[in-house]
Structure formats: structure tokens, C-alpha cells
């Protein structure tokens, strides 16, 4: 059974940071995709990042492109989301995922494991 575990969301001024974690169990994520995604009230879930594995590749939203970034430990069983930069468009409560096989990374029907998602709120 794969289990993901986000953690280090909180509130944050607008220009600040904060960095995610998701820490999963069950998969090793060297050989899946590795994804976050974000919703926000009343809006559908959008993709914001996702990592392949070993991290050599990635991708991004545009929405987050240049102040978003995503990276796996060594272990390569804990995914990170450093986001910089945070603007109030940002607050959103923001949800790890693991799918069994890397495609692009955008959609939300590539992963089959999703977190329990942690609270992302960006003050203006």
C-alpha cells in the first residue's frame, strides 16, 4: 500500500517562501512520477509541478515556472516543492501524487496516489 505524506504548509506574507514535502511510502519514487498538485476554493485541481525519475526531468505549470521548484532526496523516497516568490493567487491547498509511469506529468489521471494535501495561504 502506498501512502504519501505532505507536510510544511502554513500562512506566508506575499514575497515569502515556503517548502513542501511529501514523503511516501510503499513506492520507491525513482521508477514513478512524482506530482504536485493544488487546489484552490471553488477552482478545479491544476497541476503545478512533477518530477521523473532520478529528477531528470521535470515540468512545471507557467503559472509557476521561475519561482516553483521541485526535487527528490537521495533516497528518493521524499519529494520537495520550494516555492518562492508566493503570491496570493497561490493560497491553495496543495496535494502530492505518485503514479506508476511517467508520461508528462500534467494530468491528474497519470497518478493512482494521492496525499491527504496540506494548506498553502499567501497573505497580500
Known amino acids: 500500500q502506498v501512502q504519501l505524506v505532505e507536510s510544511g504548509g502554513g500562512l506566508v506574507q506575499a514575497g515569502g517562501s515556503l517548502r513542501l514535502s511529501c514523503a511516501a511510502s510503499?513506492?520507491?519514487?525513482?521508477?514513478?512520477?512524482m506530482g504536485w498538485f493544488r487546489q484552490a476554493p471553488g477552482k478545479e485541481r491544476e497541476f503545478v509541478a512533477a518530477?521523473?525519475?532520478?529528477?531528470?526531468?521535470?515540468n512545471y505549470a507557467d503559472s509557476v515556472k521561475g519561482r516553483f521548484s521541485i526535487s527528490g532526496d537521495n533516497t528518493e523516497t521524499t519529494v520537495f516543492l520550494q516555492m518562492n516568490s508566493l503570491k496570493a493567487e497561490d493560497t491553495a491547498v496543495y496535494y502530492c501524487?505518485?503514479?506508476?509511469?511517467?508520461?508528462?506529468?500534467?494530468?491528474?489521471?497519470?497518478?493512482?496516489?494521492w496525499g491527504q494535501g496540506t494548506q498553502v495561504t499567501v497573505s497580500s
Open positions: 501524487a505518485t503514479g506508476p509511469k511517467w508520461i508528462s506529468g500534467y494530468r491528474a489521471s497519470e497518478y493512482d496516489y
Open positions: 510503499g513506492r520507491t519514487f525513482s521508477n514513478y512520477a
Open positions: 518530477i521523473r525519475r532520478s529528477g531528470r526531468t521535470t
